[in-house]
């Protein structure tokens, strides 16, 4: 399995996110994403349609959501709005989903009670991809009572499902629903166990372990001058988690090319194969340039499998 490249690269505009996310396909990226809150303290676009936008201005890269709180949604309508998305982009859209619960009041206004996230979040994905199938649904859940129901629009080719979350119940959700894992805040030993966990899990069901993707989410920061890249990796972070940097350091990526590639390189060691990078700050375009010439040929040629 190949060693792909994603990217998240926000913006402040329309225009800056859409120049970011034309140069990350320029730049040969696997992939743009974009997260997802239905509420939040600051600034957060609705993730379907800027994903809409970035598929009207490219025509190669994946687009993906990273990740959706799929189970605030009602399940059709997020059948046929995903199967829509799949279908102007021609393809291209992956659904990465998790549970969340670091923002109570999105929760309280979805009217879904925070300890039956996950719960919600399976049945919705179990809704979900019955849709999808264009067969007649008859499922009666937490997110959806129907009998003998149809989508119209059946997404072709299927839309893979990515499931976020480093959790035990995410692990199982991955093993059941998905194309892919692809947790958020892990180290490279956390993950190595997470994905043994998939993979058992997986085989339990029945299914290929094998076919199930291993994927990483990290926040980054690449700058030569490491008296940049670590205040300006630091400040995101306490601003957007109202941590202190230190109990977060260990999740993510900063520096220089050596210090990216050695970083990188321990999770690919625990079996890592996509990669999905949140760019803190800075120039987003430039790093995402010296990343793609400098990083990723470096990473590529040590995994090439």
């Known amino acids: 399995m190949s060693l792909t490249f994603g990217v998240l690269p926000g913006g402040s505009t329309p225009e800056e996110f859409l120049a970011a996310v034309q140069a990350a396909e320029e730049l040969g990226y696997d992939s743009v994403w974009v997260g997802d809150h239905v509420l939040w303290p600051v600034f957060w676009p609705e993730p379907v349609v800027l994903l809409s936008a970035a598929a009207a201005v490219t025509s190669r890269i994946g687009l993906g959501t990273g990740v959706m709180l799929a189970g605030l949604r009602g399940a059709a309508p997020l059948a046929k709005q995903t199967a829509t998305l799949q279908w102007i982009s021609s393809g291209r859209f992956r659904l990465g989903v998790g549970a969340g619960g670091e923002y109570a009041k999105e929760f309280e206004a979805a009217g879904v009670p925070l300890a039956e996230r996950g719960r919600r979040l399976d049945d919705t994905l179990e809704a979900v991809c019955a849709l999808w199938s264009g067969a007649p649904v008859s499922l009666h859940n937490t997110a959806i009572d129907v009998d003998d129901a149809t989508l119209d629009l059946v997404p072709a080719p299927p839309i893979p499902v990515w499931v976020g979350g480093r959790s035990r119940p995410a692990q199982r959700r991955a093993a059941r629903f998905g194309d892919a894992w692809m947790p958020f805040v892990t180290t490279p030993e956390h993950f190595a166990e997470g994905l ?110």
Do not use: C, K
């Open 196 to 305: 043994a966990n998939v993979r058992s899990e997986a085989a339990a069901l029945g299914r290929d372990p094998a076919s199930i993707r291993p994927a990483l989410q990290l926040w980054g920061m690449f700058d030569d001058d490491l008296a940049v890249a670590l205040p300006t990796i630091a400040e995101r972070i306490e601003s957007t988690y109202r941590v202190p940097f230190e109990r977060f350091e260990r999740y993510t990526v900063y520096g220089d090319v050596e210090m990216w590639v050695a970083r990188l390189r321990e999770y690919a060691q625990a079996g890592v194969r996509h990669f999905n990078l949140v760019f803190a700050g800075g120039d987003r375009i430039a790093q995402l340039a010296r990343i793609a010439f400098e990083v990723v040929p470096q990473l590529q040629a040590e995994f090439p499998e």
